[in-house]
Structure formats: structure tokens, C-alpha cells
């Protein structure tokens, strides 16, 4: 499976992006995909992911309400729509796709498998 991350890029605080991340190869592998982020000087964390069978989302209270994860099965695209950003926002998103992963282990970085190349996301205030 590769995974190619695209759609970061510079917006001011309040603005808006779409993120996608589109895999290819043995797609049928993919139990869900994830995205995560990694500031400036800071440890990469958990911010959204989707179980591809069920559409189920998850998000960390950090993005809930102003960030939303979808998917297009036709595409094998998985997007994320930033709402609301904040200074707060800006690092390399990543996205990553998982094989399976059990209750409560879909924000643990170590439950994914397959991982993008990251896409950088500025806000400025």
C-alpha cells in the first residue's frame, strides 16, 4: 500500500483546507485510515481517523467540530477538511492507513501500518 498526502499549504488563522490522501497498491488491505500531525519541536499526534467499512469517525477533542474526515471509496481518497484554523494547527499532516485496529487503539500511532510522506499545513495569525 502507498499512501501520497497532498493539499497542505499556507492560509490565515479562520481559514480553510482540504487535505487528501489517496493510496494505491493492495488498497484492500486497509481497515482505516488516520491522520496525524507533527509541529515544530513537538511529538507527532493523533488527530481524526475513519474505519473505511463502517465510515465511523474519530477525532481528538482538539480538532472536534472543526475538522471533518470522509472518504470517496471510487477514489480510494480519503479527505480531511480543516475548518477554523488556528496558529495552533500548523505542522506536517500525515496520513496513515491501518490494517485493523481493536476499541480505543485507532489513535495509537503503532496500530497503523502503512504511512504518507506528509504535507505541510501553515496558519498564520
Known amino acids: 500500500v502507498q499512501l501520497q498526502a497532498s493539499g497542505g499549504g499556507l492560509v490565515q488563522a479562520g481559514g480553510s483546507l482540504r487535505l487528501s490522501c489517496s493510496a494505491s497498491?493492495?488498497?484492500?488491505?486497509?481497515?482505516?485510515v488516520g491522520w496525524f500531525r507533527q509541529a515544530p519541536g513537538k511529538d507527532r499526534e493523533f488527530v481524526t481517523a475513519?474505519?473505511?467499512?463502517?465510515?465511523?469517525?474519530y477525532y481528538a477533542d482538539s480538532v472536534k467540530g472543526r475538522f471533518a474526515i470522509t472518504k470517496d471509496k471510487a477514489k480510494n481518497t480519503v479527505y480531511l477538511q480543516t475548518n477554523s484554523l488556528k496558529p495552533e494547527d500548523t505542522a506536517v499532516y500525515y496520513c496513515a492507513a491501518s490494517r485493523g485496529y481493536g476499541m480505543g487503539t485507532y489513535a495509537r500511532q503503532t496500530s497503523y501500518h502503512y504511512w504518507g510522506q506528509g504535507t505541510l499545513v501553515t496558519v498564520s495569525s
Open positions: 497498491g493492495s488498497t484492500f488491505r486497509i481497515y482505516g
Open positions: 475513519i474505519t473505511l467499512s463502517s465510515g465511523h469517525p
